[in-house]
């Protein structure tokens, strides 16, 4: 018996030692128990799996509310050993990946001594560790005393990526949109230098990335490079170009954008010239009669004198209706569209109306379409004659030109000019089906005729046609109770239909010759609410250029 008591007794003697290190141990739901034992090799792995699994327990009670409170005590117990065992120790990569997806759930600003750790990637070991870093800090709030130093991290971190594997270029897009996120200019240089750059190993959608950054960032540094950027092109793929990247630049910039462009719309930017020549040539070796039929100086001066039309200063005038005179079709037409947006006076307006007569007159059928568009932006008495001269001209050739005088009118009309509509409609077999259901402007314009707040009214209709009527006749009458006007055309900028939206845009753009902080902050509401959504995609393209003009007329 006593032989077999002793090994009885070491058995005991050892389960009794073992108990206080199993007691110690951290309950497995206390946040600050499971932290502390990130510092613990042996447990690390352990520990950060039941971070996790705690943390995405309160998220899901919480029902996503990252400002719950005991989302907020998991943040408190937990964000000071992560981040201290992620910076000490930077062997243990594949742990350190896990408190960093962490960190990025908790998005608790507390923790970028790590994110910035981080940024500091090895090449085939902690790449994911960087872009990981880089997601979070466009997640978290960032103290504008805290964007230097961030910038700095990311903008070394982004110039050392030279490769084109698939990881480098998921580092290039989380780097890049950061930089566009804090919004701070010091990140101009490299985003500047992203954007120009043309090498094998960046696809050149990294280019068009970071020009769209730059458009947040709202530098003025930016602009000569930027002017650059318009005609700049993908070696790979001529058609592949940085066009509206690099003039939603510019627009954002506004005021400093103009002499530059300018002296591009001259032909006098030397760099410019260059880009526009081997952009020919590279359509050349694809296809010499394509290449042939190009116009160099036309096609230097288009990108500027569109730009100069979004930027919308009146001191361009002057040069865009020197361009509409111009003998190439092609530099008419662009001017002529580009002076529409410009901010004018009455007898700037009468001026304009005349020389888009002119071009109108030289150009051929397939330009005449979007001239009339152009015509009815304008929202002036003046075009309303050559307008209807228009619509009642019978057209048998194709584009249907007629039909587009026809709309133009009809969206315009007062009650006494849409008594003109009705004989059109009755003798026009050929666009009848295209012009038909325009045919309730002809009631609402009795109803309305130049009455704003009837046309205000109007904008609750379900009828898209009516509400693209009402925005039309708010800008050609509304300018002495704009504010009012405005006011019911905001509403119809998240309207499901692009037509209505772009309608009420323009409206808006035309009445607002002081400013509306109003359409500004709508617009800005929209973009954070949609993007990435297609209608977003398509309206910003008009609505951004329009908010950077609001913007810069209430003297921002």
Not at 93 to 99: D, E, F
Not at 205 to 217: H, R, S, T, V, Y
Not at 251 to 259: D, F, I, R, T
């Given at each position: 018996?006593?032989?077999?008591?002793?090994?009885?007794?070491?058995?005991?003697?050892?389960?009794?030692?073992?108990?206080?290190?199993?007691?110690?141990?951290?309950?497995?739901?206390?946040?600050?128990?499971?932290?502390?034992?990130?510092?613990?090799?042996?447990?690390?792995?352990?520990?950060?799996?039941?971070?996790?699994?705690?943390?995405?327990?309160?998220?899901?009670?919480?029902?996503?509310?990252?400002?719950?409170?005991?989302?907020?005590?998991?943040?408190?117990?937990?964000?000071?050993?992560?981040?201290?065992?992620?910076?000490?120790?930077?062997?243990?990569?594949?742990?350190?990946?896990?408190?960093?997806?962490?960190?990025?759930?908790?998005?608790?600003?507390?923790?970028?001594?790590?994110?910035?750790?981080?940024?500091?990637?090895?090449?085939?070991?902690?790449?994911?560790?960087?872009?990981?870093?880089?997601?979070?800090?466009?997640?978290?709030?960032?103290?504008?005393?805290?964007?230097?130093?961030?910038?700095?991290?990311?903008?070394?971190?982004?110039?050392?990526?030279?490769?084109?594997?698939?990881?480098?270029?998921?580092?290039?897009?989380?780097?890049?949109?950061?930089?566009?996120?804090?919004?701070?200019?010091?990140?101009?240089?490299?985003?500047?230098?992203?954007?120009?750059?043309?090498?094998?190993?960046?696809?050149?959608?990294?280019?068009?990335?970071?020009?769209?950054?730059?458009?947040?960032?709202?530098?003025?540094?930016?602009?000569?490079?930027?002017?650059?950027?318009?005609?700049?092109?993908?070696?790979?793929?001529?058609?592949?170009?940085?066009?509206?990247?690099?003039?939603?630049?510019?627009?954002?910039?506004?005021?400093?954008?103009?002499?530059?462009?300018?002296?591009?719309?001259?032909?006098?930017?030397?760099?410019?010239?260059?880009?526009?020549?081997?952009?020919?040539?590279?359509?050349?070796?694809?296809?010499?009669?394509?290449?042939?039929?190009?116009?160099?100086?036309?096609?230097?001066?288009?990108?500027?004198?569109?730009?100069?039309?979004?930027l919308g200063f009146r001191e361009s005038l002057e040069l865009l209706m020197e361009e509409a005179r111009n003998e190439h079709p092609d530099r008419r037409a662009t001017a002529a569209l580009a002076m529409t947006s410009i901010n004018r006076t009455p007898e700037d307006t009468a001026k304009v109306v005349e020389v888009m007569k002119e071009v109108y007159e030289k150009s051929d059928k397939q330009a005449r379409p979007q001239l009339l568009v152009a015509f009815r932006h304008l929202y002036s008495d003046d075009v309303m004659e050559f307008l209807h001269e228009v619509a009642k001209t019978t057209e048998t050739e194709l584009p249907p030109v007629q039909m587009y005088g026809f709309v133009s009118y009809a969206l315009l009309a007062d009650k006494a000019e849409s008594k003109n509509l009705p004989p059109i409609l009755e003798k026009e077999e050929l666009i009848k089906p295209q012009i038909k259901d325009y045919e309730v402007v002809i009631k609402v314009a009795e109803e309305c005729d130049r009455n704003v707040k009837c046309w205000v009214g109007k904008l609750k209709d379900k009828d898209k046609i009516i509400l693209r009527k009402a925005s039309s006749m708010l800008a050609r009458i509304g300018g002495g109770e704009s504010d009012a006007a405005i006011k019911g055309l905001l509403e119809l900028l998240e309207h499901g239909d692009l037509e209505v939206r772009n309608e009420a845009l323009s409206a808006i753009d035309h009445l607002a010759v002081k400013g509306s902080k109003d359409a500004v902050a709508k617009i800005d509401e929209l973009q954070a609410k949609e993007e990435g959504r297609s209608i977003w995609t398509n309206f910003s393209r008009e609505a951004l250029p329009t908010r950077s003009r609001l913007v810069t007329r209430t003297g921002g």
């Open positions: 018996m006593g032989r077999l008591a002793l090994p009885r007794l070491a058995a005991a003697l050892l389960f009794a030692l073992s108990m206080p290190l199993w007691a110690c141990h951290a309950d497995l739901n206390d946040p600050k128990g499971q932290a502390e034992e990130l510092s613990d090799p042996v447990r690390r792995e352990h520990a950060v799996g039941r971070l996790h699994s705690i943390f995405g327990a309160r998220l899901a009670e919480a029902k996503g509310d990252r400002n719950d409170a005991k989302i907020k005590e998991f943040n408190d117990v937990a964000h000071d050993n992560m981040t201290k065992v992620y910076i000490e120790h930077p062997e243990d990569a594949q742990n350190g990946l896990r408190i960093l997806q962490l960190m990025a759930e908790m998005r608790d600003e507390r923790t970028l001594p790590a994110l910035l750790k981080a940024l500091e990637w090895q090449a085939e070991v902690t790449e994911d560790h960087a872009v990981m870093a880089a997601r979070t800090l466009t997640e978290i709030p960032v103290a504008d005393d805290k964007k230097g130093e961030i910038v700095k991290k990311i903008c070394d971190a982004l110039k050392r990526v030279d490769g084109a594997r698939g990881v480098d270029n998921r580092m290039r897009k989380s780097f890049i949109e950061v930089l566009g996120k804090l919004g701070d200019k010091r990140a101009t240089e490299t985003l500047v230098e992203i954007a120009l750059n043309q090498s094998e190993s960046q696809n050149f959608l990294f280019n068009k990335l970071a020009a769209q950054q730059l458009a947040k960032i709202q530098d003025p540094a930016a602009v000569e490079p930027m002017v650059k950027a318009l005609y700049m092109f993908d070696l790979q793929m001529p058609a592949m170009r940085m066009m509206e990247d690099a003039e939603s630049v510019l627009v954002s910039v506004g005021k400093p954008a103009l002499e530059p462009l300018m002296k591009a719309a001259r032909g006098e930017n030397k760099e410019v010239n260059k880009l526009v020549e081997l952009s020919i040539e590279s359509f050349r070796r694809k296809d010499q009669d394509l290449a042939n039929s190009m116009n160099k100086d036309a096609l230097v001066a288009r990108e500027a004198v569109l730009t100069l039309g979004r």
